[in-house]
């Protein structure tokens, strides 16, 4: 994961480091790749502030103290410096910067706050790697964005470690494990990464098809109507094997996290326990149960 190097060493503007409880309680999970784009570019620690500026219907980025357009030689370093990584599930960058927030960044016209917008950096990144997940600790705040980034972050990590060109038969207990949680994402797109495994075609055709696919389909951040599907869904494996006590308990739960009343892993754990009680080892193989380590809830 790429990741602002202010949350590891003191690089920020005024020669400070960020202390984070939620990254910090991410760092174990990850292989950071910290990355200050103002320091990397070349602006010193500690540095002058720079700022978003709106002018001429453009953002700019604007030093005040050295009254410097850093615009197109920063884009330009920061395009390159993209290019180089090789491979990587995704990025979390800090919030209200003007060079790293994720639309938290201060935005001027003159001396005046107009608004909110990306950074620079942040900017770039999406054009760069459209299809990866992007968020700044900020926003993560909030549990629903918290709970899509890490479960996009995390699947798009197992695709990448667990499937390979060379094992034809990894593409497939991929798909088979992630299905709930992709059914979740986009149900269209799910059964067509089914048809696209049943089809003859070369496997590496195949794999890259599907990796489009997969990246595709996570984009959209599912609401509780769509997880709640899903949930009620997997009861349906358990409805008539438990007491009618349990199977109200059960649907009472999803009914609450649809309602936003509790968090989705409440009645995940529920549907776990019973598949745990009755050896279902489908569902228990399933990505949605727990899409990214327990610590992290």
Known sequence: MLISRCFF????????????PLVEKLKPFIEAIPFCPEAEFGLGIPRPKIRVLKKYNQRIIWQEDTRRDLTFEMRNFFIQYLASLSQIDGALLKSKSPSCGVGTATLYEDDKKVGKTDGLFAHIFKKVFPDLPLEDEGRLRDKSLYYNFLTR?????????????????????????????LKTYHE??????????????????????YETLLK????????????ANTLYHLAGYFTKRISPKERHHLIHLIEKFGLGKVDLHVPLELIKSFALRFDENYILSQIYLEPFPAELY
């Open 188 to 209: 269209e797109l799910t059964k067509e990464m089914g048809r696209l495994l049943a089809r003859a075609e070369s496997e590496e055709g195949k794999f890259l098809h």
């Open 9 to 20: 060493e003191e690089v920020r503007y005024d020669g400070g480091k960020i202390v984070d």
């Open 153 to 181: 972050i995390f699947i798009l990590s197992r695709f990448r470690v667990e499937v390979k060109i060379e094992n034809p038969k990894s593409l497939l207990d991929f798909h088979t494990r992630a299905k709930f949680l």
């Open 216 to 227: 595709e389909a996570l984009k959209k951040r599912p609401d509780r109507k769509k997880h």
